[in-house]
């Protein structure tokens, strides 16, 4: 028998070859090909597009009148918060203590640790995200079931062992020499490998030493292709917070540039309260704010800027922070999204979103040659979607009149059960039931 040249998938191809402009709904940088076989070829891959049908050797699936786009990426999400996702009635810090750091506590136990992360990267799939940048715990097991989790699915997945070594419960603090010791062994092991990288992780400024965030400071400047993850501005509380704890220090982002932490493959979760000068800061160091509307609005947090940001050339992508956020679904977060811009007096166009959680992502995290888009070359994660699911949707389309109204109503009304299935490296790893 023959080796298959690999698979082919009909639909209609949806990408981006460019960022678009803010609220420019016939934006060139949107890339539609309807009706188009996207092949993969047998090293998960994409060979190109076309319309005719392929040659015999490829595999052939047919998804025509339905939408094909990348896999989405989540720039900042929480692992071992699927148990606290949707809990009640506190702002940032009453939850981070009542809720947050007892589910995480949970994972100091490997098994807990490798059933969580099996079951966290299968619902990230299952929503039609096929990359992540993760936050374990400050548990060094965890971070050792995710990378090795991820691995097993082909992901390209980063993450790394949180840095909390004060105003944490007793079970979820480190300190700086055996912290310092995990990262450098955790590096070792598995930054680099294959989709794998890792990521310096401070919890945010509050829950480390300034001895810690100085070791974490000297681990990017040691490497730079490491990453760093951590959280900024998220809420008035803790920005006064910060304040008190670092009085020498301009602002909270300041906290971090001090210690070396601003670079190109550092991402920081939030920035809702950011000046023009954090703003400066960020562009020059060429960092990215990830931008996490669902919980935002969840937590009561505020509202993020995000025309100060693209005005201030800073790069910002979107992430579902589970579990204050609700949803592992960035379409949800892209729904959230547009309504905390409105409350602005401001509209986010579909290829604003969209573009924020693929190409956008992607090279925002220096992966824009690898992921985030379907031109050739790229690894095939991509994601098939039904165009609507249930009668209201099916209704909208019917009466949708050009691209962006159709791309905008399925955004806004579609969530993971419109999700067909889900390709990583052109391996089938979701497929709805």
Known sequence: MTASLGIALRGDLLDFVAQPDLADVASAAVRFRPDQWLLIDADGRIAGAQTEDPPAGWTRIDHRGRLILPGFIDTHVHSPQLDVIA????????????????????????????????MFLDALLSHGTTSAMVFATVHKVSAEALFAAAEQRGMRLITGKV????????????????AEADCKALIARWHGRGRLAYAVTVRFAPTSTPEQLAMAGALCRADASLYMQTHVAENRDEVAWVAELFPDARSYLDVYAREGLLHPRAVLAHGIW????????????????????????????????????????????????????????????????????????????????????????????????????????????????????????????????ELHEKVFAWMTLSDERSLVSAYVAGEQRYARS
């Open 163 to 178: 840095l909390m070594d004060r105003h944490a419960p007793d079970g979820l603090r480190d300190d700086v020499v055996q």
């Open 87 to 118: 809990s009640y009635g506190t702002e940032l810090l009453d939850w981070l203590n009542t809720y947050t750091f007892p589910a995480e506590r949970r994972y100091a136990d490997p098994a807990v640790a490798e059933q969580g992360a099996a």
């Open 274 to 401: 950011l000046d023009d000068a954090d703003r400066a800061a960020l562009r020059e160091a060429g960092a990215q704010i990830a931008f996490c509307p669902s919980s935002n609005l969840f937590l009561g947090s505020g509202l993020f800027d995000w025309a100060a940001q693209r005005a201030a050339r800073v790069p910002v992508s979107i992430a579902t922070d589970v579990g204050g956020g609700t949803s592992l679904c960035q379409l949800r977060s892209l729904a959230d999204a547009y309504k905390v811009q409105a409350l602005a007096q401001r509209r986010m166009t579909a290829w604003d979103g969209l573009h924020a959680v693929t190409r956008g992502a992607a090279q925002a995290l220096q992966l824009g040659d690898e992921i985030g888009h379907l031109g050739v070359g790229a690894v095939a994660d991509v994601c098939v979607w039904d165009w609507a699911h249930g009668p209201v949707a099916t209704q909208r389309q019917s009466v949708a009149r």
